[in-house]
């Protein structure tokens, strides 16, 4: 339970948590498929509670983790049919959690050699169609180091130290997001940023800023207090005088833009793209780590107008983004989803299950932790048309979902 002022009846908690997330009656039926008279209908008891599969949708859009604070009776948790836990979670969540001390008779990782580990580890993330246990491979020991460096080294050091490790908690962040350990995820969040204001670098904190954006967007609450952080950190940073500059402002404005789109907010959130689109196209590439460039920009605008749920516009965004050149096999299966998405929206279920397929192929471990793929492919599945129904059963038996049996 929220807190004890949630109302006690189904139509009320949905109500209220509609409000939570920001959430017009609108937006929330267009992303479930129905229409703004259907929430009004669920919300003033004129219809009854829906189904489990679209109970578990809701759940996912408003943020809801446990059922029963949905229903006030179902005591199961989203994390039944939303989410899968990697092998090696609990491990590293024991190795993040825990509070090592640091003895001084410790030799600590030269912040050189810690800042070259770090931009490796970067490397297998993007690049690794298996990005979850590749990292997990590495994360503990470079936890350690990581946090050995930036206690033990000294001035100039130990800031790129912490800088470093505000990244290694980025990527912890990266490996916990959409498993059902949502109180991991906030806390690399909350000690990534930590890290980066100790070590007094603005770079760091607008990367850090741009993360804590990732946590409270996807769990739909403190919309205006994101938007409010990504403002903060643009004041940090020159994008006149640097490239690396640019990169982060412009990384600003989009987390800006998709925090607007997440809330049903047009103008605002096409606003802040375009300040984006400017400055990604004065740079030269794309940010060695965050991917800020002209690809990224572009792909992310499928996922504004999904959330805005303007299909015709997501679609269209969709069909003039190549995402070949995008060096990340990560990125590139999301942004791929996010595609389906979007012809998902159109109520198109051959193209989507065409492209999930697609998304699977560039990187099973992004697909199969994605939560509108999984609720697409139980849905279809389920009720799709005979021409999708096989397909998507094919794909839910790769990744292991219930729709699957």
């Not at 590439?285 to 504004?304: C, E, K, N, R």
Request: glycine share 4%.
């Amino acid at each position: 339970m929220a807190d004890g002022n949630t109302p006690t009846g189904f139509k009320e908690r949905l109500r209220y948590y509609r409000d939570r997330a920001g959430m017009s009656r609108r937006v929330l039926g267009e992303l479930c498929g129905r229409s703004e008279e259907w929430v009004k209908a669920l919300e003033t008891g004129k219809i009854l509670m829906p189904r489990m599969l679209m109970l578990v949708r809701l759940a996912e859009l408003l943020g809801v983790e446990n059922l029963a604070d949905l229903t006030g009776e179902q005591k199961l948790t989203t994390a039944t049919f939303g989410k899968r836990q990697h092998e090696q979670a609990e491990r590293i969540g024991h190795v993040l959690a825990s509070h090592p001390i640091i003895f001084e008779d410790r030799e600590p990782v030269s912040a050189d050699a810690l800042a070259a580990t770090v931009a490796q580890a970067w490397m297998v993330w993007h690049g690794s169609p298996q990005h979850r246990t590749a990292i997990a491979a590495v994360l503990p020991r470079l936890l350690e180091d990581a946090r050995t460096s930036a206690k033990l080294l000294d001035g100039r050091d130990r800031r790129r130290a912490l800088s470093s490790l505000a990244q290694v908690y980025h990527l912890a962040q990266l490996y916990f997001s959409f498993q059902p350990m949502h109180d991991l995820v906030m806390l690399t969040g909350d000690r990534a940023m930590h890290a980066a204001q100790d070590a007094d670098d603005p770079h760091a904190m607008a990367a850090a800023a741009w993360y804590v954006n990732h946590v409270f967007r996807d769990a739909a609450i403190n919309a205006e207090a994101r938007i409010e952080l990504a403002h903060q950190a643009t004041k940090l940073l020159r994008p006149e005088n640097s490239d690396d500059d640019r990169s982060l402002w412009g990384l600003m404005h989009l987390a800006i833009a998709l925090s607007h789109a997440k809330t049903g907010r047009r103008g605002d959130a096409e606003h802040h793209w375009d300040l984006a689109y400017d400055a990604a196209q004065r740079i030269d590439g794309h940010h060695p780590w965050l991917l800020f460039g002209q690809t990224m920009v572009d792909a992310y605008a499928i996922t504004m107008y999904a959330d805005l749920t303007i299909a015709s516009e997501a679609v269209r965004q969709a069909e003039r983004v190549a995402l070949a050149p995008m060096p990340s096999a990560t990125r590139r299966s999301f942004h791929t989803i996010e595609i389906a998405r979007a012809y998902h929206l159109q109520n198109q279920p051959v193209a989507t299950v065409h492209l999930l397929n697609k998304a699977h192929e560039i990187a099973p471990d992004t697909i199969a932790y994605n939560l509108f793929t999984r609720s697409a492919l139980m849905e279809l599945s389920a009720s799709g048309g005979a021409t999708v129904r096989d397909d998507a059963r094919d794909l839910a038996h790769k990744l292991q979902l219930p729709a699957a049996s």
